[in-house]
């Protein structure tokens, strides 16, 4: 639905709205400790037309809790001469506020639909707990998530 060219553009945290009728859950620890790790690798979306935020509520949330907890910007997080963090977003993007809750809810929908190769994925993970436990620190699994996985689907 984008009216013209979508690009990327800096937006003040503090200028970015939340979804009102965003109804996704999130765990805000864990995508903080993810920022932490990686960085902030993944823009927000914007409607324009609303102003409202359709595609990173829950990333735009965790990053309000690390400024707020006076902790460092991510990498791909600017700060503006006031101190306030400057977020990726992606502008172009224009839909009625019908539109922008269906797709909001599209959006999120998705990404739950795709699932998980379990066994692909149970093999990953293993193979970076062989490295070290330390190597799942931000990827959003831990040690007895991995093991709970391998005992279900099995050797």
Same mark, same amino acid.
């Given at each position: 639905?984008?009216?013209? %060219? ?7 945290? %503090? &200028?970015?709205? =939340? ?6 859950d999130h765990d805000i620890g864990a995508i903080s400790l993810s920022f932490s790790k990686w960085g902030f690798v993944d823009p927000v979306g914007i409607n324009e037309t609303t102003g409202h935020d359709i595609d990173g509520n829950g990333r735009v949330e965790a990053l309000a809790a690390m400024m707020r907890d006076k902790?460092?910007?991510?990498? /791909?997080?600017?700060?503006?001469? %006031?101190?306030?963090? @400057? ?5 172009? =993007? &224009?839909?009625?506020?019908?539109? *922008? !809750?269906?797709?909001? @809810?599209?959006?999120?929908?998705? &990404?739950? @639909? /795709?699932?998980?190769? *379990?066994?692909?994925?149970?093999? *990953?993970?293993? *193979?970076? =707990? ?7 620190? /931000?990827?959003?699994? %831990? ?8 005992? !279900? =689907?099995?050797?």
């Amino acid at each position: 639905m984008p009216d013209k %060219d979508l690009q990327i553009i800096y937006r003040r945290l %503090d &200028s970015i709205k =939340i979804l009102p009728q965003n109804a996704k859950d999130h765990d805000i620890g864990a995508i903080s400790l993810s920022f932490s790790k990686w960085g902030f690798v993944d823009p927000v979306g914007i409607n324009e037309t609303t102003g409202h935020d359709i595609d990173g509520n829950g990333r735009v949330e965790a990053l309000a809790a690390m400024m707020r907890d006076k902790m460092p910007p991510p990498r /791909g997080i600017k700060v503006d001469n %006031d101190g306030m963090w @400057l977020v990726p977003t992606v502008a172009g =993007i &224009s839909m009625s506020e019908a539109d *922008e !809750r269906r797709v909001a @809810l599209a959006l999120n929908r998705m &990404s739950e @639909l /795709g699932g998980w190769h *379990e066994d692909i994925l149970a093999k *990953e993970l293993a *193979e970076l =707990i062989k490295q070290g436990e330390h190597m799942l620190e /931000g990827v959003g699994w %831990d040690a007895a998530d991995v093991e709970e996985m391998l005992a !279900r =689907i099995g050797p």
